[in-house]
């Protein structure tokens, strides 16, 4: 049997493995996305950007706003 120190262990990096790993499927999926031709830029554009004034209560509202302009960044 695990120790509490080692499931509080195994917990936190589940909960910093999974963000990161839905993070970077995002960032990939708008990389790809961005090669399309057919694909409404803007209005993608305009939805990240729409998202950034979202209220994350109880989170980080500036690491947020970060992780949508690293989204952002990947559109040209």
Do not use: F
């Not at 195994?10 to 057919?38: C, D, G, R, T, Y």
């Not at 694909?39 to 950034?52: C, G, M, R, S, T």
């Amino acid at each position: 049997m695990r120790t509490v120190d080692q499931r509080i262990q195994a917990l936190e990096q589940a909960m910093n493995a999974v963000p990161s790993a839905l993070l970077n499927a995002v960032l990939a999926i708008v990389s790809a996305l961005n090669n399309q031709e057919s694909i409404d830029k803007k209005a993608l554009k305009a939805e990240l950007e729409e998202l950034k004034s979202v209220h994350i209560e109880n989170g980080n509202q500036k690491m947020y706003e970060e992780i949508i302009t690293m989204v952002l960044s990947r559109l040209s």
